[in-house]
């Protein structure tokens, strides 16, 4: 909505399209690589790692009813997870998931309106 509300031409454009196929592909790759892993396979950093991010994610958005969902903190949790992972120079800090919030609400809608249920 933005490209439309500033007169941006909002074509996708070929290498974008590529851009995410590839991180899409790499981030179905991880999930089972880094966050479906029995919890004696992760490091003690790993599993501390992922402690701060359960405690965190219920507190996300108090007031959002869709942050209470068990399926949308489950994504938050391997969305957070996975990254930190593979960016261990930020890694996670308390407070990424209320910076992620943002992001996700506009990836569920982009899906929601390309699935036609708008």
């Known amino acids: 909505t933005c490209g439309l509300t500033c007169g941006l031409n909002t074509t996708p454009w070929p290498p974008r399209e590529q851009t995410l196929s590839r991180k899409r592909r790499e981030y179905a790759d991880a999930v089972p690589q880094y966050f479906d892993v029995p919890s004696n396979s992760r490091t003690r950093n790993e599993q501390k790692l992922l402690r701060q991010i359960l405690v965190d994610v219920p507190r996300t958005a108090?007031?959002?009813?869709?942050?209470?969902?068990?399926?949308?903190?489950?994504?938050?949790?391997?969305?957070?997870y996975i990254w930190a992972i593979r960016h261990p120079a930020s890694g996670y800090v308390q407070g990424m998931n209320d910076l992620a919030t943002p992001l996700f609400v506009v990836f569920l809608s982009s899906a929601f309106m390309e699935g036609g249920g708008a």
């Open 62 to 80: 108090p007031e959002v009813p869709l942050f209470h969902q068990a399926v949308i903190q489950r994504c938050l949790e391997r969305l957070l």
